[in-house]
């Protein structure tokens, strides 16, 4: 299992931008994959982003050109940058990884981001 710890969530105006970070401790296969997930009130669990060891990404439809999702592999940390957010943003965002069989291995506490005037 991996242990991670996300940080940067917060209050943020509709147009704005909040940076979202993950320190992730355990074996380098159980994080061949990173990424973000998130879960408004009422809503299931869905996907935002992830990233491969390898920096190939993929991102949600409606996170395309808004949000941009960067790894460290030294540092095992991943980062998601939103900008343009929405109210439609809003959610707990959790971090997730995967090992090189597309398992769970472990995910983040959450933490909030909400987006309002």
């Known amino acids: 299992q991996v242990q991670l710890v996300e940080s940067g969530g917060g209050l943020v105006q509709p147009g704005g931008s909040l940076t979202l970070s993950c320190a992730a401790s355990g074996n380098a296969l159980s994080m061949t994959v990173m990424g973000w997930y998130r879960q408004a009130p009422g809503k299931q669990r869905e996907f935002v982003a992830t990233?491969?060891?390898?920096?190939?990404?993929n991102y949600a439809d409606s996170v395309k050109g808004r949000f941009t999702i960067f790894r460290d592999n030294d540092k095992n940390m991943v980062i998601l940058q939103m900008n343009s957010l929405k109210p439609d943003d809003t959610a707990v965002y959790y971090c997730n990884t995967k090992n090189q069989i597309s398992q769970t291995t472990g995910w983040g506490q959450g933490t909030q981001v909400t987006v309002s005037s």
């Open positions: 990233i491969l060891r390898s920096g190939i990404t």
